[in-house]
Structure formats: structure tokens, C-alpha cells
């Protein structure tokens, strides 16, 4: 077994003085006038049994500790998200920082608890970045959404597509993020002259999903379906199958996040591949104060497969 970790009354007794008397030594409190000696005594016992002072005394001696908090409330584990927190992560751990990612949103009491008591050296809300209904302040690792999105369409414009349709998921607590996805998707269609994207929604379920395309192929033109995400590229691919259609024949498809399954999936699905993790160490560094390399690589690349 791991030997016990050295406390304060450890030091204490070894040292001959109060558990008081070392913490004043120890975090050099103020005002106070001990003999050098004794404060020597102190220095010395703590060396030799180790003795570390709690992160989270620490933390509450300094008013801040050396942990980055994450809260992604309810967003979907994806490629991009693991990549972004894998990045965040790495880089404040080669700079003595940790993160603590929080699953729920900044609105939760335990996300409230957790910044009280953590008392964290920064809080990245990515819960109330997507799900803000205003304008969204492009930083940290969404400042390439509206590129990525692009992206995306320009993939469908360039193999001769002009009229596309956005699948959305049916899940309401996705809406903050399909609200932005759906503007940018709109942005995008006008600046490469294409007229706005027809919006679909495709529930989980298989017969849902198939009625909703078979409408929307009978009440448009619609020769492409951009996914936002590859779980609604999948939900395309599979309504598809069950009209007797298939893709890129019928209907090219290309999701967004390029998720494992995305190559495996039969046909293979064209999809967006984002560097999350570059977004994660720039926003680390930022956080830090440290410079920022904006020409680390390409932010977003189209892995062209079989839907399109």
C-alpha cells in the first residue's frame, strides 16, 4: 500500500509547536513574529516527511487554484469534443494546470458548488456558448464553426449542388447548437450564391425519418442533405435505404464531426474531420497568457468517402 500522505499535525509533532504554528510558517503569514529558529524547525520536519499542502488549502490561501473547469452541459460526445478537451488538457498539464470537465450546464447548482469551492482558475461554459439564443462570440474553439460549416457546403457546391437541404436532429435539447448550425448554414449558402438551405428534421426513429425525407424529396428539388452531425448523416442514409434509394445516387450526403463509424458505415460516409485538439491548446494558452500560434494546421478537412 501507497504510504500515508504527510498532514499538518504531522509536522506539528515532529517539530515540536502547534498545527497553528506551522501554518504560519508554511504560508508565511503575515505579522506574525516566530523565532527563526522555530521557523526553521518547521521548514525542516515538513522536508522530511514530505509534506505537500492540500491543492484545495492552497486554492483557498491564493483565491484561485490551478484548475481549469469545463462544463459541456448537454452536448454530444463527439470526435471534436474529445479532441478539444484531449488538447486543453495536455497543455495546461505541461504548464502545472489541471482540468476538470463538468458535464452539466453553468445553470446546474453543482456547477455553482464547483466554483465556489474549487475556486478554479478559469471556467470555460462551452453549455452556454450553444446554448446562447443571441449572437455567438466566436472564441476558444467555436471560432471556426461558421468556416467548418462552410466547409461543408462548399464540399456539395463544388460536385455541382445548388439545391441542399440541412438535417437537423429531432432532440430538442440539441436546439442551441441546430439554432447556430442552421445560421451559419444559411450564411454559407449566400456567400457561395446558392439559395438557403432547406431544413429537415429526423427523429430517432426509423419510420419518422422516412416519412420526413420522403416529404421533403417530394416538396423540393433538394439533391444534397448536409447532416449536422454524422449521427443525422446516418438518419439520412438509412430513411434513404428504407425508400429504396441510396446515396450519392439519389441524394449525396456529407456529415459533420467524422466520427469513427463514419468510415465503416456502408455506403462510407463523407463528413467534416475538425482538429478539436488544436481548438483545445489554443484555448488553453489563451487562458494562460501565452502567445498563440493561429497557423497550426488546417482548423477543418472534408474526408471524401462514398455518400457524395
Known sequence: MPERRATLKDV??????????????????????????????VRAAAAALGYQPH????????????????????LRGGRS???????????????GYGLLVYPGAASDSGHSDLVRDLRPHAV???????????????GGWVDGVAAHTLTQLRHLTDRGHRTIAFALPAEQDLDGLAALRRRFAE?????????????IRLSADPEEARDALAQLRHETQVTAVAAFDDEAAFRTLAALADLGLSAPHDLAVIGFDDSRYA????????????????????AARTLLGLAVDDDDGRAATVIARDTT
Open 124 to 138: 470555460i461554459d462551452l453549455a452556454r456558448i450553444y446554448t446562447a439564443h443571441g449572437d455567438i462570440d466566436d
Open 187 to 199: 450564411e454559407s449558402s449566400r456567400r457561395l450564391g446558392i439559395d438557403a438551405p432547406r431544413t
Open 12 to 41: 506539528a509533532r515532529a517539530s515540536g509547536v502547534s498545527t497553528a504554528t506551522v501554518s504560519f510558517v508554511l504560508n508565511e503569514t503575515p505579522g506574525q513574529t516566530l523565532p527563526p529558529a522555530t521557523q526553521e524547525r
Open 81 to 95: 469534443l474529445e479532441g478539444f478537451i484531449q488538447g486543453i488538457s495536455g497543455e495546461l498539464h505541461a504548464h
Open 263 to 282: 468510415a465503416a458505415w456502408r455506403p462510407a460516409l463523407t463528413s467534416v474531420r475538425i482538429d478539436g485538439g488544436m481548438f483545445g491548446r489554443r
Open 55 to 74: 491543492g484545495l488549502a492552497r486554492a483557498l490561501r491564493e483565491g484561485k487554484s490551478r484548475i481549469v473547469l469545463l462544463a459541456i452541459g448537454g
